[in-house]
């Protein structure tokens, strides 16, 4: 008999439900989050599975790997659908109502999948994300001792990195107590420069030896950051029909709002991945104020700077670099500086 499965995770346990085809409940139970202990019960259930519904989130990507290994036709589920699935067809909102939810919606087919990122992309991810998070707490740190020595009248000034521990010595100098507080932001401050060169000199390994990031890394105002954004985003290619899609997929496309006689284009959607949202736009940015070298793309977004403005210029080149470098990964080409370059991007 065909079966059907919904999954409600939560960090230690996941509340399970197994229905039939025509909708009966066959088993609820709550296991432990583990690939290992839900694989078991669902063999001691027996019959056929057909689709395995697990909702996306911290701790999907793990289990979709493990539970695909032992064989189950595990299927990731988009949170925001879900929810609205969810919430439209419940009233007292439980893990046991939720995995049963899933599991009908598993039955009907009444679901929006998700791609589940490879090792290495996760990895990559991974890799980007920390070292994001040491820049930005160190940053933290300096723009600290800036604003409190200020409340004692020691300003800092413009000064380089380098030059930045020795200036706040020399201002605490004739303060012990301040002294001795500073002291250990400048430890931290110390340490956390380097283990962000670490993270760096790896990323920048990895872009050396990846050769889709060093394709990329010909478009103008595309650098290892974003090279590997997009490449950790993406991740395979293949699973977008269109290139034009990835447009959409990042959140650069407007919304659309239709109802009547009302008929209008609203701003960018910003769906989708946040971080290569982000990283296309200052690339975007860049190639449009610091790039010196000319090129047909550029000359593209300067004539839409001159119709809509600089800032819808740039959100507009944000989103074609997306095609581009989608199509120039599909094709295995380099970035085309001439005209000629124009064709690249017809899809």
């Given at each position: 008999?065909?079966?059907?499965?919904?999954?409600?995770?939560?960090?230690?346990?996941?509340?399970?439900?197994?229905v039939?085809?025509?909708?009966?409940?066959?088993?609820?139970?709550?296991?432990?989050?583990?690939?290992?202990?839900?694989?078991?019960?669902?063999?001691?259930?027996?019959?056929?599975?057909?689709?395995?519904?697990i909702?996306?989130?911290?701790?999907?990507?793990?289990?979709?790997?493990?539970?695909?290994?032992?064989?189950?036709?595990?299927?990731?589920v988009?949170?925001?659908?879900?929810?609205?699935?969810?919430?439209?067809?419940?009233?007292?909102?439980?893990?046991?109502?939720?995995?049963?939810?899933?599991?009908?919606?598993?039955?009907?087919?009444?679901?929006?999948?998700?791609?589940?990122?490879?090792?290495?992309?996760?990895e990559?991810?991974?890799?980007?994300?920390?070292?994001?998070?040491?820049?930005?707490?160190?940053?933290?740190?300096?723009?600290?001792?800036?604003?409190?020595?200020?409340?004692?009248?020691l300003?800092?000034?413009?000064?380089n990195?380098?030059?930045?521990?020795?200036?706040?010595?020399?201002?605490?100098?004739?303060?012990?107590?301040?002294?001795?507080i500073?002291?250990?932001?400048?430890t931290?401050?110390?340490?956390?420069?380097?283990?962000?060169?670490?993270?760096?000199?790896?990323?920048?390994?990895?872009?050396?030896?990846?050769?889709?990031?060093?394709r990329?890394?010909?478009?103008?105002?595309?650098?290892?950051?974003?090279?590997?954004?997009?490449?950790?985003?993406v991740?395979?290619?293949?699973?977008?029909?269109?290139?034009?899609?990835?447009?959409?997929?990042?959140?650069?496309?407007?919304?659309?709002?239709?109802s009547?006689?009302?008929d209008?284009?609203?701003?960018?959607?910003?769906?989708?991945?946040?971080?290569?949202?982000?990283?296309?736009?200052?690339?975007?940015?860049?190639?449009?104020?610091?790039?010196?070298k000319?090129?047909?793309?550029?000359?593209?977004?300067?004539?839409?700077?001159?119709?809509?403005?600089?800032?819808?210029?740039?959100?507009?080149?944000?989103?074609?670099?997306?095609?581009?470098?989608?199509?120039?990964?599909?094709?295995?080409?380099?970035?085309?500086?001439?005209?000629?370059?124009?064709?690249?991007?017809?899809?």
């Amino acid at each position: 008999m065909a079966h059907f499965v919904g999954l409600d995770v939560s960090v230690k346990e996941t509340s399970v439900c197994v229905v039939d085809d025509a909708g009966k409940v066959v088993c609820e139970r709550k296991v432990a989050t583990e690939p290992d202990d839900i694989t078991v019960l669902l063999t001691s259930v027996g019959g056929e599975y057909v689709r395995v519904g697990i909702e996306a989130g911290p701790l999907s990507q793990w289990l979709v790997n493990g539970l695909t290994e032992a064989g189950l036709p595990v299927v990731c589920v988009e949170t925001r659908h879900m929810k609205a699935l969810l919430t439209a067809q419940q009233i007292n909102k439980s893990d046991r109502n939720d995995a049963r939810g899933i599991a009908q919606m598993m039955r009907v087919g009444l679901f929006k999948p998700v791609h589940v990122k490879t090792l290495a992309a996760q990895e990559q991810r991974m890799l980007l994300t920390s070292r994001k998070l040491v820049q930005r707490k160190l940053m933290d740190i300096e723009c600290d001792m800036r604003g409190t020595l200020r409340n004692f009248g020691l300003k800092v000034g413009v000064v380089n990195t380098v030059g930045y521990e020795a200036r706040i010595r020399d201002l605490v100098e004739g303060f012990p107590v301040l002294a001795a507080i500073v002291e250990p932001l400048l430890t931290i401050r110390r340490v956390m420069r380097q283990q962000l060169a670490a993270l760096q000199k790896m990323l920048l390994h990895t872009v050396r030896h990846d050769p889709e990031c060093r394709r990329f890394m010909t478009v103008p105002g595309v650098g290892p950051v974003v090279a590997l954004t997009y490449r950790a985003s993406v991740d395979q290619p293949h699973r977008f029909v269109h290139s034009r899609a990835v447009g959409a997929h990042v959140g650069l496309t407007p919304k659309r709002h239709q109802s009547g006689e009302t008929d209008y284009d609203g701003g960018v959607s910003k769906c989708g991945d946040a971080m290569l949202r982000t990283m296309l736009y200052e690339a975007a940015q860049t190639m449009l104020t610091h790039s010196q070298k000319w090129s047909w793309l550029k000359a593209w977004a300067m004539r839409v700077a001159q119709r809509r403005g600089m800032r819808r210029a740039i959100v507009a080149l944000a989103r074609r670099l997306a095609v581009i470098l989608h199509r120039m990964w599909i094709d295995g080409t380099d970035f085309r500086w001439s005209n000629a370059a124009t064709a690249v991007t017809a899809a």
